[in-house]
């Protein structure tokens, strides 16, 4: 287990180089079941993918990786089945569900893990898959799906899962006839699994609307494909030199992916500059509080950058509610930043929170992945010492994070819990 220890008040200068999206990554390579082989490019060292490699291996399927470059080949593929050894240990082992169903017609996998930010059911996934004729029953922690008699049809989903959209249209790609899927998610996650699947030979259009529409196609090929960059990641960066103050630079950047950041960004003072896919941010560590920050699915505002836009309104002069829409239980890292001197209250979804004019430095501990992310940016510019302990949750979606900071200024190390 390891920590972090931070010395809080140094400027942020430099460049930022994007790896791929932890979260457009794991379906890929979900999906990738239903190839013949498929290699991916810019693939970072994040905990979250070293769990899905050990999920599609214990699958027989041979996964190898050389420097940020990882192979997938299929040929081997002799199980359906995942425990919950594997399966508890990220969100998205849930992921491979439609994939088996897709070539082999079965699945037994066990209850996913994830972060704890709320009780993360899989109703939608399961109901969008028996809208397309699998059969399942759920026991003693395991799903277990028949789809012996699955065929293309229409699912209707009653909330914008990211999830569920992802293993519906996996479930699909292989299907004959014309599945559509009303009310997907919209992420640029869904659309770039979409761009994946069809570079494998998939039929697939509508992803990032309304209306997904997949042809089903016979059996998928082979492809050598980048995910799109972390845009999560990058949202995180600019947050910390909006906090921090300085001027650093996030490359290989989408900024189309998140207007609803950049907007807050700017009303909170922060100068930002756009030019295609660097994004410039410039802060004198001065800032306005943004008075109301509502998560929504895609293109709200997203959930994943709620935690480290909350620890940005915490030394922000005003004040500013916190309305957060996805998750039930989000706001446990808010608690860790009380002892940093931050003034919260919390009620249910809702985070009342007051700038002051300095954190400082303390003990706190990391419970779930991007609330870990905000508590170290809130340690960056606190006044004197902060520990982050439990730095497993926060390796899950990024890679090593302490180094990237490091090299923009900031004072930081890891350190093993003695
Ligand atoms: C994905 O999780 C992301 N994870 C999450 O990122 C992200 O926060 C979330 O989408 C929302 O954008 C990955 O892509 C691996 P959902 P997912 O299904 O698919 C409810 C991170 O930090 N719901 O869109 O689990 C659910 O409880 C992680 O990188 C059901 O009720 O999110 C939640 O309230 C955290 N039934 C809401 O929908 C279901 O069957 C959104 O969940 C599925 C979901």
């Known amino acids: 287990m390891d920590k972090f220890l931070i010395y809080g008040g140094e400027k942020l200068f430099g460049t930022v180089k994007l790896d791929c999206a ?20 810019d693939v970072p060292d994040y905990l979250d993918i070293q769990n899905m490699e050990k999920i599609l291996s214990f699958l027989g399927i041979k996964v190898t990786r050389k420097n940020k470059v990882m192979h997938i080949s299929t040929i081997g593929l002799n199980n359906y089945f ?17 994939p088996l169903l897709s070539k082999l017609k079965k699945a037994k ?14 109703d939608l996934h399961l109901k969008g898959l028996q809208e397309l004729g699998v059969k399942i029953e759920e026991s003693h922690g395991y799903i277990f799906c028949d789809g012996s008699k699955m065929k293309s049809g229409v699912v209707n989903l009653d909330f914008q899962s990211v999830g569920a959209t992802e293993n519906i ?25 979409q761009n994946f699947l069809n570079s494998l030979g998939a039929h697939i259009s509508g992803a990032g609307t309304d209306n997904i529409e997949i042809i089903g196609t016979s059996r998928l090929g082979s492809t050598t494909y980048s995910p799109i960059s972390d845009r999560i990641i990058c949202g995180t960066m600019l947050i910390a030199c909006a906090m921090c103050g300085g001027k650093i ?45 509502k998560t929504l699915p895609y293109p709200g505002f997203p959930t994943d950058l709620m935690p480290q836009m909350l620890a940005m309104q915490t030394i922000s002069k005003g004040c500013c509610v916190v309305q957060e829409n996805l998750f039930e239980t989000r706001f446990k890292f808010a608690q860790e930043l009380l002892k940093m001197g931050a003034k919260i209250t919390i009620k249910d979804r809702i985070a009342f929170v007051c700038g002051v004019k300095n954190l400082s430095g303390a003990d706190v501990f990391a419970h779930d992945l991007r609330g870990g992310a905000a508590l170290v940016l809130a340690g960056l ?29 900031a004072k930081i190390i890891r350190q093993s819990e003695e």
């Open 169 to 193: 249209m996996m479930a699909s790609v292989l299907l004959e006839g014309k599945t559509i899927i009303h009310n997907p998610a919209k992420e640029p996650e869904i659309v770039d699994l």
């Open 109 to 122: 996998v066990a209850y996913p893990g994830g972060c704890e930010i709320g009780l993360r059911p899989i």
């Open 249 to 293: 630079v996030v490359e290989n950047a989408r900024p189309e992916h998140f207007f609803s950041l950049i907007n807050k960004l700017q009303k909170s003072g922060c100068k930002i500059n756009l030019n295609n896919d660097k994004i410039t941010i410039e802060s004198k560590g001065k800032l306005k509080s943004v008075g109301l920050i």
């Open 381 to 409: 510019c606190a006044k004197g010492y902060t520990t982050v302990h439990n730095v497993y949750h926060i390796d899950r979606g990024y890679n090593h994070l302490e180094n990237t900071l490091s090299s923009l200024g």
């Open 22 to 41: 932890k979260n457009a990554i794991l379906p890929i390579m979900a999906a990738s079941i239903m190839a013949d082989d498929v290699t991916l490019l």
């Open 82 to 98: 995942v425990p919950i050894t594997l399966a508890k240990e990220l969100r998205s082992s849930i992921f491979v569900l439609g």
